[in-house]
Nanobody, 123 residues
Framework: VQLQASGGGLAQAAASLRLSCAAS????????MGWFRQAPGKEREFVAA????????YYADPVRGRFAISRDNAKNTVYLQMNNLKPDDTAVYYC?????????????????WGQGTQVTVSS
């Protein structure tokens, strides 16, 4: 499956952005989906994951309550709604697809990755 992330950009602190990740070349509902991010000089870190049906989701502590992951299986797209952005949210954001059962927080559990989209939050 190929993944194409979009929607990043420059935002001020407390603003909102919505990232999208369009999947193609596979059966979208075969995959649990996740978002990760990587800031300069730091390791890639888990942000959020959503189950195949969209009925379950899971968040990293730094974004819980501010970010929301969702998916539209009819459009083969997963979203990350980011509210109340903080400068610490500045990173390249990646979407990823996992064939493993259960929601996964480890990058190694994901089989396919998108190219990343830059999010920069100014104070």
């Amino acid at each position: 499956v190929q993944l194409q992330a979009s929607g990043g950009g420059l935002a001020q602190a407390a603003a909102s952005l919505r990232l999208s990740c369009a999947a193609s070349g596979g059966t979208f509902t075969n995959y649990n989906m996740g978002w990760f991010r990587q800031a300069p000089g730091k390791e890639r870190e888990f942000v959020a994951a959503i189950s195949r049906s969209g009925s379950s989701s899971y968040y990293a502590d730094p974004v819980r309550g501010r970010f929301a992951i969702s998916r539209d299986n009819a459009k083969n797209t997963v979203y990350l709604q980011m509210n109340n952005l903080k400068p610490d949210d500045t990173a390249v954001y990646y979407c990823a697809a996992s064939v493993r059962a259960g929601l996964q927080g480890l990058a190694a559990a994901y089989n396919y990755w998108g190219q990343g989209t830059q999010v920069t939050v100014s104070s």
